[in-house]
DNA sequence: GCTTTGACTCTCG
DNA sequence: TCGAGAGCCAAAG
């Protein structure tokens, strides 16, 4: 079941290019909206699957991480979300990136 | 329709 | 610097 809601949080997250992450915060702001749980939880019930964010109509929620750059909780995949991340180029230290502030991209 | 939960964030100690 | 508590919104039970 997917909601506007949710889909217009896995619209925003396809935004992000590759090499670039995102932050909950500036999704829900892009969105007009406080809601960061409800962002995250968006992704965690995401159809397309945890981990299959290699596919074309897959949404790279690897490359949404809090809003201190840190990758904070995610799911089992977490470990395998960071060395995604570390492919892309985004470098990844105990979990947490280490360029945040480059790699940030901003939702426009 | 109310209560619980969650891949969050902020503030206080 | 780290940990705990509160606030926030949406979806699921």
Redesign the pocket.
């Known amino acids: 079941?997917i909601?506007k809601?949710?889909k217009r949080v896995y619209e925003l997250c396809k935004k992000v290019p590759k090499g670039r992450v995102t932050?909950?915060?500036a999704i829900a702001k892009k969105m007009g909206?406080?809601?960061?749980?409800?962002v995250?939880?968006?992704?965690?019930?995401?159809p397309f699957g945890?981990l299959n964010c290699s596919g074309k109509n897959a949404v790279p929620?690897?490359r949404?991480v809090?809003?201190n750059g840190k990758l904070?909780?995610?799911?089992r995949g977490l470990r395998k979300k960071a060395e995604l991340l570390k492919k892309e180029g985004i470098k990844i230290k105990n979990n947490k990136i280490e360029d945040f502030d480059k790699v940030l991209f901003e939702l426009r």
């Open positions: 079941m909601t809601f949710q932050t909950y915060k909206t406080k809601a960061y749980r409800a995250g939880n968006a992704l965690n019930k995401n945890i929620c690897h949404v809090a809003i904070h909780g995610f799911a």
